[in-house]
């Protein structure tokens, strides 16, 4: 385990679900409380951070090219699928209490079910990154199953995102749709996974940058977050404006962890980090359903806005580390169990 990742996962998380507190507080209140919203919009660049930091794991654990493809999709889907689909279902019934709108097509429900791209927010909204995931994840599979070393299974991967993303700017006609496939894997975010991909390939090799470096990459990161709120965030490209310092915040965190600087902080937040998928998903039900309790926030002033924002946000933690600790942990290792007795059970039989 990098303790620097896992601190990575908790800040993108709780970034994420912050805005997201911030901006439903703020849309249920009958007080505008624009300047905040939009700086809570930044918590959205911890999308950015959390995929060039699948692209890093999936190298840091799968370092070598002897790696099983079949146990590599065991492993991702135990860890993805079962408790999307649990707190799926339970979105459920609180979207019809909230008046939410639900699939109205038969794709768009197997879309939210498989996390594809047509449909992966329908039930929870904050699913369409989950499909970018899935995406990578299976083209990461099909790396390990063409037996590719770990430098060529990253360089294949990078070709692949930048020939797709050649094709969808220049060839692909517009009106190509296929449960919005086409508009996926020609999307430019694929690159924070080949970025991430390439830092944990160097890692593995002992690649670290040293502490000054890494230190000065850190501070150019957290700038360049706060340069996006100066520019205007919305137009701009935002693999430039907030992939480019989650690539270094990345390489940064690292390279501390790797000279030994930093672990308190990091190990702290680790915990967290193990929680950030509850929080990811649980923070998208709960806001809305915890504000619905509340009754209207008339006159609500900024002070009363934050702190309302900051409890709920709070709430989400606890709550989601909960989860973690009773549910989710034993659902993927319920998961992994199952699935991994019916692949004895087929190797028996043939």
């Not at 709780?14 to 930044?42: C, K, Q």
């Not at 700017?169 to 749709?177: A, D």
């Amino acid at each position: 385990m990098l303790y620097s990742i896992q601190a990575l996962r908790a800040i993108a998380a709780s970034a994420v679900a912050l805005r997201h507190s911030m901006y439903f507080v703020d849309a249920s209140s009958t007080a505008a409380f624009p300047v905040s919203n939009y700086i809570s919009g930044l918590g959205s660049a911890g999308v950015h951070i959390f995929f060039v930091v699948s692209g890093f794991i999936m190298m840091w654990t799968n370092q070598d090219g002897s790696s099983n493809w079949r146990s590599f999709l065991r492993k991702r889907f135990s860890r993805i699928y079962p408790s999307y689909w649990l707190i799926a279902a339970l979105s459920i019934p609180a979207a019809l209490y909230l008046g939410a709108q639900l699939p109205d097509t038969a794709e768009k429900w197997f879309g939210a079910f498989f996390l594809l791209p047509e449909g992966a927010s329908s039930l929870i909204f904050v699913g369409w990154t989950l499909a970018y995931e899935v995406y990578f994840y299976l083209l990461f599979a099909l790396a390990l199953a063409l037996g590719l070393p770990a430098f060529y299974r990253v360089l294949w991967l990078t070709v692949f995102f930048v020939a797709s993303i050649f094709v969808g700017v220049f060839l692909l006609p517009p009106s190509l749709g296929f449960m919005g496939l086409p508009k996926l894997a020609t999307s430019v975010l694929l690159l924070e996974f080949a970025a991430g991909a390439w830092i944990g390939w160097m890692a593995t090799r002992g690649f670290k940058v040293t502490t000054g470096g890494a230190s000065a990459m850190i501070l150019i990161a957290v700038a360049g977050f706060g340069l996006s709120l100066w520019l205007g965030y919305k137009q701009y490209p935002s693999v430039i404006l907030w992939g480019i310092p989650s690539i270094l915040l990345v390489i940064g965190c690292v390279s501390l962890e790797a000279r030994g600087v930093g672990q308190r902080f990091f190990q702290w937040l680790s915990p967290l980090g193990d929680s950030s998928y509850a929080l990811y998903l649980i923070h998208a039900i709960l806001i809305p359903l915890f504000l619905a309790f509340i009754p209207q926030l008339d006159h609500l002033g900024l002070f009363a806005f934050l702190t309302l924002s900051f409890v709920i946000f709070l709430i989400n933690i606890f709550i989601s580390h909960l989860y973690f600790l009773y549910v989710e942990r034993r659902l993927v290792r319920m998961s992994n169990q199952l699935l991994a007795e019916k692949t004895r059970a087929r190797r028996r039989s043939q």
